[in-house]
């Protein structure tokens, strides 16, 4: 196909994602002009096309082998430590502008995801969902008792039944933002070390943050005491119900792993135990009770020492993806100052480059039913095993 009919399908192609865009950020009147917009290029493309392409067949006679370039696979590692050394200078892009960033490239960013999941994380126990607006709503059905149709005698009345009832929940982006400083000497080195560390930066400040978010929203729930097995048992059994207990877990932290490693049963056997099918998981066994077992280190998921001479260990026994729902607006942009001045921290004088960055997300409590929140104070002597 002719290059300016190519180029002119581009425009068109981009001017109905503009359009898409606007709408779904509810900016109607904005949405209206940039359609007319868009008519106007369709209009000009079919004009041409009934010029350039008069057959329609979009098929024009192959170039001379000696003219045609050949184009290099893109090197998304070197781009990137380019992009860094240049300070993220002049590559404003939508989304953001108002921060005046760099948004990371989608094949680094796979890589912070990837990074991010390496170590300890509550992401992947959560229902995540990526959006492309700032606000937006879902709506629930209200969980309700049911109680079954009544008998009617033949030519009685049928009684009415209670409708679903049906909740909306609404979601608004947060900004969550932080800053490291790097040495210029390391942005003169290599483009792996470079682009490695941003990338360990990145993925672990924001592994922490949305382990943070996520655990601020379990919190708002009120704390269930438990002393022992027997409770856990029952957060299970009778708290969860079946309704839950088939997809639960328990998660806890190196505290709550260390009192569950100590459980056994009367004959001495230890009841936590590696999962046959999965040696690296392990699962709480005691009776009826087969539970996976999730442990995030103590300095993600800190147990409560503030009461002296008692620590109170954090256990969320429950099914996450159930119980929260996280909005994740899936973008991260970063900014670059060589002169700014944090606290004691001056850029300028140190001979440092500053670099910012800024991702977006929300986070609400979908079910609060799916899982209990409980804490065990160790200090009890009443805590017991089986």
């Known amino acids: 196909m002719h290059k300016k009919l190519l180029e002119m399908l581009d425009a068109i192609k981009a001017a109905k994602e503009n359009v898409t865009n606007l709408v779904n950020e509810n900016k109607l009147e904005e949405a209206k002009v940039a359609k007319d917009g868009l008519k106007n290029l369709q209009e000009q493309f079919d004009l ?39 300070g993220f200078t002049n590559m404003m892009t939508e989304g953001s502008a108002a921060d005046g960033g760099y948004t990371v490239p989608e ?26 607006t700032n606000k937006g709503s879902r709506t629930f059905k209200k969980r309700s008792q ?18 679903p009832q049906f909740e909306r ?19 003169a ?21 949305r382990n943070n978010i996520i655990l601020s929203k379990v919190k708002t729930k009120e ?5 022992g097995l027997d409770d856990i048992k029952k957060a299970l059994n009778v ?40 040696p690296m998981q392990t699962r709480l066994c005691a009776g009826a009770t087969i539970i996976p077992v999730t442990v995030i280190p103590n300095q993600d ?50 001979d440092l480059t500053i670099f910012r960055a800024i991702e977006r997300e929300d986070c609400k409590i979908k079910d609060s039913e799916a899982f209990v929140y409980a804490e065990m104070d160790l200090s009890d002597t009443s805590v017991t095993g089986e």
Do not use: C
């Open 48 to 86: 041409l096309k009934d010029v350039l392409d008069p057959e329609g067949n979009g098929m024009f006679p192959e170039p001379p082998m000696q003219n045609i370039v050949p184009v290099n696979e893109k090197d998304s590692t070197h781009e990137f430590a380019n992009a860094a050394r240049a």
């Open 107 to 132: 094949d680094i960013q796979t890589r912070v995801n990837e990074y991010r999941s390496a170590k300890a994380s509550l992401i992947n126990l959560v229902d995540v969902e990526n959006v492309t």
């Open 146 to 163: 049911q109680t079954g149709f009544t008998k009617v005698a033949e030519g009685g009345k049928i009684g009415a039944k209670v409708t």
């Open 169 to 187: 929940q609404t979601y608004e982006i947060g900004k969550y933002a932080g800053y490291l400083p790097v040495t210029n000497e390391l942005l």
């Open 189 to 209: 080195d290599s483009d792996a070390n470079i682009t490695g560390t941003l990338i360990s930066w990145l993925g672990d400040e924001s592994r922490v943050t």
């Open 223 to 227: 704390k269930t005491a438990i002393t």
């Open 239 to 278: 708290t969860l119900g079946q309704a839950f207990k088939a997809t639960s877990r328990i998660i806890t932290n190196d505290d709550g792993l260390q009192w569950l490693d100590t459980l056994k049963n009367d004959k001495g056997e230890y009841l936590l135990q590696p999962n046959p099918a999965d």
């Open 301 to 350: 998921f800190l147990s409560d020492t503030a009461t002296s001479g008692h620590r109170k260990i954090p256990f969320i026994i429950g099914d996450l993806k159930e119980g929260i729902k996280f909005y994740d607006r899936n973008l991260m942009s970063i900014m670059t100052s060589n002169i700014a001045a944090i606290g004691d921290l001056n850029a300028f004088e140190e």
